[in-house]
């Protein structure tokens, strides 16, 4: 549509609508990075800030959204998109949310563009900041780590919404109007989490980008407080490179450790390297930037990981078993079973059920995927321990029974000579009970090794605690010996007692009389 | 002109009640930010530059995005806290509201004072509620976060309709829209009121809190 823009407007819009879209993707790709973003105001402006806002540029989203615009700008009937996407660490993965930056036939001539619609769209970045933190997968990707990452993908052209399930909702983040069109700015979002398996090949070339010096054109803006029809407004144009990209404190992503996330908790997955995008703007690149590192050398966070078991750090292979370990045991309180059961394979998906009914955006969160691992299957080791949890020391005890003779416990040594026939009576009985309370001690373990414990750093220490745990010593109170010997000794200092008593009468029975 | 007005409620735990509140008003102040102005002298102005960050709420399943002006946290932080106690010591049924009005100032000749006309008045009505056992209050946490990003979207709503606002002011004039008091950022000239109300509705406790940094408040 032919409009009376003059050259200088069009010129200023065009360039306005190319860094507001720039800047749109870099708002949306770091609200996904898992990370709390901050940014510092300046009183004074510097120059480089587009619309007024501090937002950082990340070098690769940057290169990444020139590359899918190519030169052109949304305009109607050509939206430019940003895909997020969840992927798990087996390939799985899924749509989230597509960003939709459009423009429509509906014109605003009167509008100034050097003023009110650079505002506008300061005032839209705004919003689209507040938008980004309030959809699901906001605090999906807050809680990304090694059972999923989040990435992104751009894309020019139609919308593509087919990839976020059924009954996805939208929201507006704002419109600006214009003379060439009316810019509008939505986010169409997934409701149902139910998991597709759309595995990936994963074509695992680590990619590195080559970094990025790019000339960056600064604004810097004059706004006039005359009149309309003195308006004056300059626009200065300053080309400089890029600074080689620094990474902040805001790009690090938390390692996630192996704690769940209550959502996905179901989900135990052995982790397998995350498929990265090969430069060309149809494949999504993650959004996990390690710390300390180049942004230039995205890669994935992640390394390879047992086969049905608990992915590994290259440099602690010993965490991985302990972190079996440490897994059962969270599974042992809430099964309420023994740890022998292959804990929680669940493979129904769960769905909170809200208390309104209504299908708000975050209900759908208590979705968990259906996964089904057999944790532990592959490993006889964790077998052997499980087993030797499930009933104590019940695998050693056909082993042992040769040993049985020669136990000290169970045949005791035999008892001393009796002093007195009372006492040898009392004794007798005392050896009787005292093999009865060592029945336990029938078994000898050999070679016992015992869950939790690290056999490198303080071998058998555990399991030195178990079997004493299992046989403690009886109680000297309630030992029947020792009971029985007291009982003598008192029978036979009781004629020397009465001697004295009896020397000691006359003191009695004057006591006696005090009384009466 | 008209005065726009708008009216939230939130339903929340007592230990929720400053970060929701914190919540709406500071992505309402957001939107109602600018850079610090500065003028030259043929009469044009340069803008600087506002910051952001994301605040996590420790009691509410919720992330907000405000100015990183911590004058403007504290100056909310103060005014929200001082709601909070007045709710709590009402004793009442646990109903409030707060208010935030941004308005412009009219110069008026003298010996009459300023008038302060508002142009746009956010209202959120609070409604505290009392929960027994940890489930409940899990529950409450992921429920009123739900809530929030639904007063959040409200708010961008309205914002994006570019409805009425000030017309950007001449040097001598600024000080009748914006609040320049602070040091990084230049909201709209704004103030902030709350009650707490009984359960009928009525005003059993006003109390009138000016934020005003203008240093011509009479």
Redesign the interface.
Known sequence: METDINSQDRKDLDKFIKFFALKTVQVIVQARLGE???????????GS?WF???IKDIPEVTHEAKKALAGQLPAIGRSMCVEISLKTSEGDSMELEIWCLEMNEKCDKEIKIS?TVYN?LS??L??L???T???PA??LS?KQGHEYVILYRIYFGEVQLNGLGEGFQT??????GTPMGTITLSCAYRINLAFMSTRTTGEDTGVTYPSVEDSQEVC???????PPSQC?F?VTKAHFQTPTPVVTDTLRVPMAGLAFSHQLSSSRLSYQPAALGVGSADLAYPVVFAAGLNTTHPHQLMVPGKEGGVPLAPNQPAHGAQADQERLATYTPSDGAHCAATPSSEDTETVSNS?EGRA???DVLETIFARKVGAFVNKPINQVTLTSLDIPFAMFAPKNLELEDADPMVNPPDSPDTESPLQGSLHSDGSSGGSSGNTHDDFVMIDFKPAFSKDDILPMDLGTFYREFQNPPQLSSLSIDIGAQSMAEDLDSLPEKLAVHEKNVREFDAFVETLQ | MNCRSEVLEVSVEGRQVEEAMLAVLHTVLLHRSTGKFHYKKEGTYSIGTVGTQDVDCDFIDFTYVRVSSDELDRALRKVVGEFKDALRNSGGDGLGQMSLEFYQKKKSRWPFSDECIPWEVWTVKVHVVALATEQERQICREKVGEKLCEKVINIVEVMNRHEYLPKMPMQSEVDNVFDTGLRDVQPYLYKISFQITDALGTSVTTTMRRLIKDTLAL
Do not use: E, M, Q, W
Not at chain 1, 36 to 44: M, Y
């Open positions: 709390k973003i901050c940014t510092r105001s300046s009183s004074s402006p510097t800030d007024n806002l501090a003023y506008r005032l839209l705004k919003s900041l507040a938008i933190r309030v959809t906001y605090r807050r929201v507006r983040v704002g419109t600006v810097t803006t004059s706004f006039s407080t005359s004056v300059t208390s708000s955006p975050h």
